[in-house]
């Protein structure tokens, strides 16, 4: 008999090797580079098993594949299910993908309690792995909260000076959030026997009032993941203060749970009050670009200034997902992929900068090409592929967006539309501000350009710029069929619970 990749747990191998080899650190020898060899190893073999999915995926397919389903607690309703579908599989690879390349990062710049330091890290990828695999609410919800802690430590021990501050705000912030969203999966699993998504969605909408208020619980926790405008005051402080490595997995991979959320729970679980609300998240998003870019631009801050474009980058997430069309649905899925790569890259580029001048500020910088040519090369390709170039990853996932978006509402497109000049602007204004101009302070005279490690880090997410922005039919191809699953799902959900609704009064008189 023949093994195939569906006759291993897959699923379960790439969520829980980060964790074996965590545990494992903690009895390692913790001179030396040994535990940074051992999480590089885990990290890098946990990115190679991922891979497997992408080769052995069958294109064309909406439906979940690899799917894993064990009893877990059947008297309280609980199962195992772990599922890929095409909406999560790039972010499971986004997730591996900077696995190893957050722990390069973090090489020479973390010097304390590196055992501990690197524990967190495994700890915090099986948590992100789990979120985006999990297809029951409560080991979702588990998987959600594994981060929490995590990255609470690593902004909190390893971060800036007001790092213990900013930690206990992002906690706060996203602790609040996950409370409602525990209270309305409890009333889901009350509304409809299990905690199971499939079944949920197979039992047909909720009524209409009830899908109203849970849906208002998921949204706000989602909102203040991503973070949505006005939920986005956490995330400044948290970036400026983590250490780069946290910073590159805020950017790319936490923040996009709460979008990842909105699509994988809320469209689909929700259909009725998605489509009576969506004008409402769509005007938010809006405001979060244009206030998002006009708020980076007046940063004097270099890590300020990306942290802030987050909240413009993120917003066109929403407006894809919000305008509920397929463009926009698929669009708001690879800009997610696209806003991991681009803005982790910046964030590494920003705190290789910091390393070697101790400083972040702008205007203590200038003609830094005539000394590091190798970094301004890497920064410039990255400025240009956040800024959506044709040609680069950004564009293809921001065009989409607004494809999508024209068609629910052309003045939310046209507004968004004018957040990309934003974006173009305070990004060649911080390109120029660092890199160009006389080279006329005696301390960036002095500074080296990037050596092999930073080299080997930044070469694979460039490279991912073009194979996106050159080859998006590669990742559109295993997306679409699942977005328009999801989408017409949505479309005729939203349509039976509003018969449902109107319906419901006659049935009770007749009864």
Do not use: C
Not at 2 to 14: A, E, H, K, R, V
């Amino acid at each position: 008999m023949t093994m195939t990749l569906t006759d291993i747990p897959l699923l379960s191998l790439i969520t829980f090797l980060p964790l074996a080899g965590a545990i494992i650190l903690l009895v390692l020898p913790r001179q030396g580079r040994a535990p940074w060899y051992w999480a590089l190893a885990v990290t890098t073999a946990t990115f190679l098993l991922s891979l497997l999915l992408f080769f052995g995926w069958r294109i064309g397919e909406p439906g979940y594949q690899f799917l894993e389903l064990r009893p877990w607690a059947p008297e309280l309703g609980l199962s195992y299910i772990l599922g890929v579908d095409g909406i999560s599989l790039f972010l499971v690879l986004l997730t591996t993908f900077l696995g190893p390349i957050v722990i390069l990062s973090s090489w020479n710049s973390i010097t304390e309690r590196t055992t501990l330091y690197l524990f967190l890290m495994l700890l915090l990828e099986t948590g992100m792995l789990g979120v985006f695999l999990a297809l029951d609410l409560v080991l979702f919800y588990l998987f959600w909260e594994a981060t929490l802690i995590p990255m609470y430590f690593v902004i909190g021990i390893w971060g800036g000076p007001r790092r213990v501050y900013a930690a206990i705000k992002f906690f706060l912030y996203t602790m609040a959030g996950s409370a409602l969203m525990l209270v309305a999966i409890l009333v889901l699993r009350y509304a409809t026997g299990t905690f199971d998504l499939t079944e949920m969605l197979a039992k047909g909408p909720l009524d209409v009032n009830l899908q109203r208020w849970l849906f208002l619980a998921f949204a706000l926790a989602f909102a203040i993941k991503v973070p949505l405008f006005p939920f986005h005051t956490w995330l400044p402080d948290a970036h400026v203060e983590a250490p780069t490595a946290g910073s590159v997995i805020l950017a790319g991979i936490l923040l996009k749970m709460g979008t990842y959320g909105y699509v994988r729970f809320a469209l689909p679980l929700f259909p009725a009050a998605v489509q009576s609300l969506a004008g409402l998240f769509i005007a938010l998003a809006v405001i979060g670009i244009l206030y998002g870019g006009m708020v980076a631009l007046r940063q004097r801050d270099f890590k300020s200034l990306v942290a802030y474009s987050s909240v413009a980058h993120l917003g066109f997430v929403v407006l894809g997902i919000f305008a509920l069309t397929p463009q926009g649905i698929s669009g708001a899925v690879l800009q997610m992929v696209n806003h991991g790569l681009s803005t982790g890259a910046l964030f590494l580029l920003v705190g290789m900068l910091y390393e070697r001048r101790h400083t972040r500020l702008l205007s203590d910088f200038g003609g830094v090409w005539a000394v590091m040519p190798v970094y301004g090369a890497f920064l410039l390709l990255t400025v240009l592929s956040s800024a959506g170039l044709p040609g680069l990853n950004g564009f293809v996932g921001e065009f989409s967006i607004l494809v999508g978006a024209f068609q629910a509402s052309r003045g939310a497109a046209v507004l968004a539309a004018a957040g990309v000049i934003v974006a173009a602007w305070y990004l060649l204004h911080a390109f120029r501000e660092v890199m160009q101009g006389p080279l006329d302070k005696p301390e960036n005279k002095r500074l080296t350009d990037l050596v092999k490690r930073e080299v080997l880090i930044l070469v694979p997410i460039t490279v991912l710029y073009f194979v996106i922005g050159l080859f998006p039919n590669l990742f559109f191809d295993r997306i679409n069929p699942s977005v328009i699953a999801t989408q017409q799902y949505v479309v005729q959900a939203a349509t039976a619970s509003q018969v449902q609704h109107l319906l419901s009064p006659v049935t009770l008189s007749q009864r």
